[in-house]
């Protein structure tokens, strides 16, 4: 599995803003990522499809997703991206 810097960006302002707002939020919140993308390692065809070939696998307890494009040697982490931005936002990136 290969997270792009944009993504790993991603999951450090998000880990940061919840951070700030409780100490060991931050923590939950990477621990919900996680669990998300083994899931994704386990069955990568199992999420829907949202755009261009990228899909999207929900965190738990978070209002985030991830968004990755199955490649044949690996998977392509594209966006970590809070729910109520502009899909435009990680589009982009594809």
Do not use: K
């Not at 302002?13 to 669990?35: C, K, M, N, S």
């Not at 990568?44 to 999207?56: C, D, G, M, N, S």
Request: proline letters at 7%.
């Amino acid at each position: 599995m290969l997270l792009r810097p944009e993504a790993e960006d991603d999951v450090a302002a998000a880990f940061v803003w919840y951070e700030r707002q409780l100490p060991g939020l931050g923590r939950r919140f990477l621990e919900a990522l996680v669990e998300a993308l083994t899931a994704v390692g386990d069955n990568p065809e199992l999420y829907p499809e949202q755009y261009r070939r990228a899909r999207r696998v929900l965190l738990r307890r978070f209002p985030y997703a991830i968004f990755y494009v199955t490649e044949p040697a690996f998977i392509d982490v594209v966006a970590c991206n809070h729910m109520r931005r502009s899909p435009r936002r990680w589009r982009r990136r594809l």
